[in-house]
C-alpha cells in the first residue's frame, strides 16, 4: 500500500535545508573551473611541431640587402607559401594518409590554388620568437606527419625569400672570372644569398598534443550561479522526498483510522510551547481554557458520552481511506445514544511510548471536572512485577467504596481526584481480577474513573484491564505512532474484544500563526488563582516515567 505524504508541509518544514543546499551548490557552481581542457582523439590536427627559422646576423643579412625577420613573417604567413608547404608535404609513403586532411590551408581558399577547404586541414601558422627569429607551427594527424608539414613549411618559406631576393636585385645569375693560367668558363648561375636558415628543424618525437578548451554558457558566472541554485533545490527536494517516504510514522488522520482500524474521534493540535518549555502549561484546559487545544479535549468528552463504538467488523474497500486493503465498516444498527452512567470507567492506553497519553488523561479528567463532574484518575504505573517482597498491599479481600474514598488524593482541581492502586494490588498480574471490583467501588464515589496504562505493545496492563473498563480510547501520535505499532495494536484490541471508541490523535502540526505566545485570561483582584498542575503518584523504575507526567 503506498502511503500518501503531505508533501507541501513537508517542504515548508524543511526550507532550511533547501536554503542551505543552494547556497551550496551556487557557491560550488561559481567556483568551479570554467573550461576544462581536453583532447578530441578524432581531431586530424592533434599533434603540433614546431621549427625556428630566421636570417641571424653575421650571415650577410646587415648591409647586404637581403631579407628581414619582417620579411619572413610577412611570406610566412602568405597563402601561397602554406599552400606550397601542404603539397610538397604529400609525398608518397607513410604520408599518404596526409592526403584527405591536408588538402587546404586553413584560410581562405583562393580560387585557382587547386586545393579545397575543408575543415579538417591542419594548422600552419608562423609567429615572431621573443629572440627576434621566427617560429613556425603545425598541427597534424600524426607526429611524423606534423614534423613533415612544419620542415616543408620551413623549407617552401627559404626558396620564396630566396626567389624574392633575387627578383628584387634584378639579378638571377652570377659570373665567375677565371683565374690567372686558366680559360673563362661559361656563366654558372647562382641564387643570391638571403640569410635564411633553418636553425632548429621540427622532430617527430618533440611533437605535442593539442588541446581545446570547452566554451559554452558554463564560463558565464551567473548562468554556472543560478544552475547551482536550481540543481541544489532540486537535491534539497529529492532528499526531502526520501525522507518523508522512509518516515514510517502517522502523519495525519486518515493514515492513522487505515493503521489502526479504529475511527479517529478527536484531533488535538500540538502544544505550543512545547511541554518542558518554560511557562508551557501541562493542563491546556485549566491554564488556556480558549486555546484550540483546551477546546478539542472539550469535543473528545463530548465523543466519549455520545458517539458510537468502533465496529468490530473488517471488510474491504472501506469509506474510512480510500488506499487501505481492509478497513472496519460502519456499524449497520441505527445510532442510539448510550445510557448514562454506562461510559464512566475509561481506560487511555497507547501503542508505545508517546508522551501525549498522560496528557490526554489530565485533560480529559479536567473537563469533566469543570463540569462539575467528580473524577479520579487512576495510573498501573507505579504497579511492580511479580511477588516483590513486603509488599504494601494492605487490601486482599473485597474492595468497597469507604476503602476508595480512604486513599483518594485530591489535587488543586476542583472535583479531580488521584487514587493509587497499590494499597489494593500486590503486583500488576492481579490486574486481571483485581480491577474490576476495585473499578466498581470507584463508580460509587465518582463520575468518572479515568484509567492510564503503560504502553500497550511493551506491558500486560492494557489487555488485563480491557474487560474492567466501560470504553477504551487509544492515543496516536503525529510524528512519534509508527505504522507497525498502529497495526498491531488494533489487531490485538480486535482480538480480545475490547470495547474501544476510537483513537486520539494528537499533536497535529498548528500553523505558524497559531504558534503566538498563549494570552493570559483576565483577572480580577477577587478571582482564584490557577490551578497547579496535577502530581499522580511516584512512579517505581520498572515503569516508563512519562505515564507520570
Same mark, same amino acid.
Given at each position: 500500500m503506498v502511503e500518501p505524504i503531505n508533501f507541501t508541509a513537508a517542504l515548508r518544514r524543511s526550507w532550511r535545508l533547501l536554503v542551505v543546499l543552494a547556497a551550496l551548490f551556487a557557491v560550488i557552481a561559481v567556483l568551479l573551473p570554467v573550461s576544462h581542457p581536453k583532447v578530441d582523439k578524432n581531431d586530424p590536427t592533434r599533434w603540433q611541431t614546431t621549427s625556428i627559422v630566421g636570417a641571424p646576423p653575421g650571415n650577410g643579412i646587415v648591409g647586404s640587402g637581403t631579407v628581414s625577420i619582417g620579411q619572413i613573417l610577412f611570406f610566412g604567413s602568405s597563402f601561397e607559401v602554406k599552400a606550397a608547404a601542404l603539397s610538397d608535404a604529400k609525398t608518397p609513403g607513410p604520408f599518404l594518409t596526409m592526403v584527405g586532411a591536408m588538402s587546404a590551408s586553413p584560410q581562405t581558399t583562393k580560387s585557382g590554388s587547386g586545393s579545397s577547404t575543408a575543415a579538417t586541414a591542419p594548422v600552419?601558422?608562423?609567429?615572431?620568437?621573443?629572440?627576434?627569429?621566427?617560429?613556425?607551427?603545425?598541427?597534424?594527424?600524426?607526429?611524423?606527419?606534423?614534423?613533415?608539414?612544419?620542415?616543408?613549411?620551413?623549407?617552401?618559406? $627559404?626558396?620564396?625569400?630566396?626567389?624574392?631576393?633575387?627578383? +628584387?636585385?634584378?639579378?638571377?645569375?652570377?659570373?665567375?672570372?677565371?683565374?690567372?693560367?686558366?680559360?673563362?668558363?661559361?656563366?654558372?648561375?647562382?641564387?643570391?644569398?638571403?640569410?635564411?636558415e633553418i636553425l632548429v628543424p621540427a622532430e617527430a618525437t618533440a611533437a605535442k598534443r593539442t588541446t581545446k578548451a570547452s566554451s559554452n554558457l558554463s564560463s558565464s558566472h551567473k548562468v554556472r550561479l543560478l544552475a547551482g541554485l536550481v540543481l541544489g533545490l532540486i537535491v534539497g527536494v529529492l532528499i526531502v522526498l526520501v525522507v518523508e517516504l522512509l518516515n514510517k510514522k502517522l502523519r495525519t488522520g486518515p493514515r492513522a483510522e487505515a493503521h489502526f482500524k479504529f475511527p479517529v474521534i478527536a484531533e488535538v493540535p500540538e502544544t505550543w510551547p512545547p511541554p518542558g518549555d518554560e511557562g508551557s502549561p501541562r493542563i491546556v484546559v485549566v491554564a488556556e481554557p480558549t486555546s484550540r487545544s483546551a477546546e478539542a479535549y472539550r469535543k473528545l468528552r463530548m465523543s466519549v458520552m455520545f458517539e458510537a463504538m468502533a465496529p468490530a467488523g473488517v471488510v474491504t474497500g472501506s469509506a474510512l481511506d480510500p488506499?487501505?486493503?481492509?478497513?472496519?465498516?460502519?456499524?449497520?444498527?441505527?445510532?442510539?445514544?448510550?445510557?448514562? $452512567?454506562?461510559?464512566?470507567?475509561?481506560?487511555?492506553?497507547?501503542?508505545?511510548?508517546?508522551?501525549?497519553?498522560?496528557?490526554?488523561?489530565?485533560?480529559?479528567?479536567?473537563?469533566?471536572?469543570?463540569?462539575?463532574?467528580?473524577?479520579?484518575?487512576?495510573?498501573?504505573?507505579?504497579?511492580?512485577?511479580?511477588?516483590?517482597?513486603?509488599?504494601?498491599?494492605?487490601?486482599? $479481600?473485597?474492595?468497597?467504596?469507604?476503602?476508595?474514598?480512604?486513599?483518594?488524593?485530591?489535587?488543586?482541581?476542583?472535583?479531580?481526584?488521584?487514587?493509587?492502586?497499590?494499597p489494593f494490588v500486590r503486583n500488576s498480574a492481579q490486574l486481571v481480577n483485581r480491577a474490576a471490583p476495585i473499578f466498581d467501588a470507584a463508580r460509587q464515589v465518582a463520575d468518572v474513573v479515568l484509567v492510564e496504562a503503560p504502553p500497550f505493545l511493551e506491558f500486560?496492563?492494557?489487555?488485563?484491564?480491557?474487560?474492567? @473498563?466501560?470504553? @477504551?480510547?487509544?492515543?496516536?501520535?503525529?510524528?512519534?505512532?509508527?505504522?507497525?505499532? +498502529?497495526?498491531?495494536?488494533?489487531?490485538?484490541?480486535?482480538?480480545?474484544?475490547?470495547?474501544?471508541?476510537?483513537?486520539?490523535?494528537?499533536?497535529?502540526?498548528?500553523?505558524?500563526?497559531?504558534?503566538?505566545?498563549?494570552?493570559?485570561?483576565?483577572?480580577?483582584?477577587?478571582?482564584?488563582?490557577?490551578?497547579?498542575?496535577?502530581?499522580?503518584?511516584?512512579?517505581?523504575?520498572?515503569?516508563p516515567t512519562e505515564s507520570q507526567e
Open positions: 600552419v601558422k608562423a609567429t615572431k620568437n621573443g629572440t627576434g627569429l621566427v617560429q613556425l607551427t603545425t598541427s597534424a594527424a600524426t607526429r611524423e606527419e606534423s614534423a613533415a608539414l612544419t620542415n616543408a613549411y620551413a623549407k617552401v618559406l $627559404g626558396t620564396t625569400l630566396t626567389g624574392i631576393a633575387a627578383s +628584387a636585385s634584378g639579378d638571377t645569375t652570377r659570373t665567375t672570372t677565371p683565374a690567372k693560367g686558366q680559360s673563362a668558363t661559361a656563366s654558372t648561375p647562382q641564387a643570391p644569398s638571403t640569410g635564411y488506499y487501505a486493503d481492509s478497513l472496519l465498516a460502519a456499524p449497520v444498527e441505527p445510532y442510539s445514544p448510550p445510557e448514562p $452512567g454506562t461510559r464512566a470507567v475509561i481506560l487511555v492506553v497507547s501503542p508505545g511510548t508517546e508522551a501525549s497519553r498522560p496528557r490526554v488523561v489530565a485533560n480529559l479528567g479536567a473537563t469533566y471536572a469543570e463540569s462539575g463532574q467528580r473524577v479520579v484518575i487512576v495510573s498501573t504505573g507505579d504497579l511492580d512485577s511479580g511477588v516483590p517482597a513486603g509488599s504494601d498491599a494492605t487490601y486482599t $479481600g473485597p474492595v468497597g467504596p469507604d476503602d476508595v474514598q480512604s486513599h483518594l488524593q485530591p489535587s488543586s482541581i476542583a472535583n479531580l481526584s488521584m487514587l493509587s492502586l497499590r500486560h496492563h492494557g489487555e488485563a484491564l480491557a474487560h474492567a @473498563v466501560d470504553v @477504551v480510547l487509544v492515543v496516536g501520535e503525529c510524528g512519534a505512532t509508527t505504522f507497525d505499532h +498502529a497495526d498491531e495494536t488494533g489487531v490485538q484490541l480486535r482480538r480480545i474484544g475490547a470495547p474501544v471508541l476510537g483513537v486520539v490523535f494528537t499533536e497535529v502540526p498548528i500553523d505558524k500563526a497559531d504558534k503566538r505566545p498563549p494570552k493570559e485570561p483576565a483577572t480580577s483582584s477577587d478571582a482564584p488563582a490557577p490551578a497547579a498542575p496535577i502530581e499522580p503518584p511516584a512512579a517505581t523504575d520498572q515503569f
